[in-house]
Nanobody
Framework: VQLQACGGGSVQAEGSLRLSCSATGLTFSSKTVAWFRQAPGQGRTFVGVMSMNGVTTRYADSVRGRFIISRDDAKNTVSLQMNRLKPEDTAVYYC????????????????????WGQGTQVTVSS
């Protein structure tokens, strides 16, 4: 199983970026999927999650209303649309997938995820 995140880059504050995560050996529609991020000198923190059935999403308070998770089952990809970016959003962003659980589970802890992408850097300048 391999997850690959891409789409990071450098952008000015109030700009937008769209991250994408693809998978081999894993089908996102049968997994709970999430995005985490790790800023310099800090731990990896929860950004947002989508339930296995694709119906429910939840976000960290710091990004709610600005970030949106979506899933394309035909392409087997998960995306993170990031709008109105702030300098404090600067971090390496990771996609993650969790096996097991129910179609409705919302998982926000790193330890609940079995598969991780390699991370993609997002840098927001003021």
């Amino acid at each position: 199983v391999q997850l690959q995140a891409c789409g990071g880059g450098s952008v000015q504050a109030e700009g937008s970026l769209r991250l994408s995560c693809s998978a081999t050996g894993l089908t996102f529609s049968s997994k709970t999927v999430a995005w985490f991020r790790q800023a310099p000198g800090q731990g990896r923190t929860f950004v947002g999650v989508m339930s296995m059935n694709g119906v429910t999403t939840r976000y960290a308070d710091s990004v709610r209303g600005r970030f949106i998770i979506s899933r394309d089952d035909a392409k087997n990809t998960v995306s993170l649309q990031m709008n109105r970016l702030k300098p404090e959003d600067t971090a390496v962003y990771y996609c993650a997938a969790s096996q097991g659980g129910t179609y409705y589970d919302i998982k926000k802890r790193r330890g609940e995820y079995d598969y991780w992408g390699q991370g993609t850097q997002v840098t927001v300048s003021s």
